[in-house]
């Protein structure tokens, strides 16, 4: 037997991301995150959740190791004193979102333990 599931919404998406529609779109444009599917010629489109989170956690996994080697990588002689934002290297729409989550999930796995 299969079992139900609620498909996410291109709204969901965005407040489990903590973006903006337009940020979300640019998102999926750029092909930072998988694109929804519409059922059956509907307008609305969806993610199915397995995907949607499957990606979602293989990008916060990914982003919190590059995290790690950048902090090991920030300390010049000063290791109380992280990297600052004028020299960190630029990054896209999609790398800060994910650098946000990965940042938030940190934050409530540490007050979870």
Known sequence: MISPFKPITREEAAEI???SL?????MIASRAMPA???LNGSRRKYWHPELFYGWLDRELRQDASKTGELQEASFRGNPSKPLGRKSAPAMGIAERARARNAARIGKLNEEGA
């Open 17 to 19: 991301l903590s973006v």
């Open 36 to 38: 929804p599917v519409s």
């Open 22 to 26: 337009s940020t979300l779109d640019n």
